[in-house]
């Protein structure tokens, strides 16, 4: 494991219901917890994801649900958050489309950053969408601008017609892994498949989504979109390669490594 003290703790931590931090003023663990956490251990070696185990993911400033079905947002997407929101600062009512939003992470943080933003948060998996709808519910119900929520395609030619030449913004973190990269068991067993794989180069559901981006933002919005470590060069050429974009631009997470690609509608 990458790191099995800070699991173990984060487990425990879940059992008895304290916060990590917590842990040193607890002075005796009842039988049953025993058993519980130890039996959490037991998944964790076994690579169920952490998150999984717990119920819960941290994403910027929100603690999503997540489990079985959906993907489980990543601390590198909280980059991209973070970029859509400088472009949003000042913004009055802007429009906002995630496309692919899984736990609603992108579009749950930007309508808790950004209350004055319509947020549209968009997915195709039956599955992942549960968990998209019930995590905008319990936002919306602490008080975050509702997000609404749509069971569509990204690549659908008619998604979101409405809003044709109206958003102001477009975030997503597509489904980009290559067909048949190897991937960490967590990742293979537990992210579903619709999240993952975007054939064999990666970027067939990008190139449906860039036509889909171009067709919804006005002239002058943004779009970012997340890719993988070896995407930083194809990516941006395929963004100018549309023709409807300039101000392409690629940008490194904390590691230094490439991750999301931005640019503005002409
Ligand atoms: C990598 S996950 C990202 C989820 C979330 N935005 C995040 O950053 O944690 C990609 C998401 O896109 C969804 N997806 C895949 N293909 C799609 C498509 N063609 N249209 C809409 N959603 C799609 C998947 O089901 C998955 O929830």
Do not use: C, K
């Not at 489904?175 to 537990?190: I, L, Q, T």
């Not at 943004?222 to 890719?227: A, Q, T, V």
């Amino acid at each position: 494991m990458e790191s099995p003290r800070v699991d173990a703790e984060l487990l425990l931590a879940a059992v008895l219901g304290v916060s990590r931090g917590r842990l040193f003023v607890v002075d005796e663990v009842a039988d049953e917890d025993a058993a519980r956490f130890a039996a959490l251990l037991d998944q964790r070696a076994d690579r169920v994801p952490l998150q999984h185990l717990t119920g819960r993911a941290a994403f910027r400033f929100l603690d999503l649900a997540v489990g079985p079905g959906v993907f489980v947002p990543r601390p590198e997407t909280e980059q991209l958050a973070g970029w859509a929101l400088e472009r949003l600062a000042g913004a009055d009512a802007p429009v906002v489309v995630d496309l692919g939003a899984g736990s609603g992470a992108l579009a749950l943080s930007i309508a808790h950053e950004h209350p004055a933003a319509q947020v549209i948060a968009v997915e195709r998996d039956p599955g992942a969408i549960e968990w998209t709808r019930h995590n905008a519910a319990f936002r919306a119900a602490a008080g975050d601008t509702p997000v609404e929520v749509v069971a569509g395609d990204m690549t659908d030619p008619g998604l979101l017609w409405g809003h044709d030449g109206d958003v102001d913004l477009v975030v997503s973190n597509p489904p980009y892994v290559p067909d048949g990269a190897r991937v960490p068991r967590e990742v293979a067993d537990h992210d579903p498949p619709l999240a993952l794989w975007g054939g064999p180069d990666g970027l067939d559901v990008v190139r449906g989504l860039l036509a889909t981006a171009a067709r919804l933002l006005r002239p002058g919005g943004w779009l970012g979109i997340e890719h993988a470590d070896q995407q930083g060069g194809s990516l941006p050429a395929l963004v100018r390669a549309h023709g409807g974009f300039a101000d392409v631009e690629d940008h490194p997470d904390l590691a230094g490594r490439p991750r999301f690609t931005t640019a503005r509608r002409t």
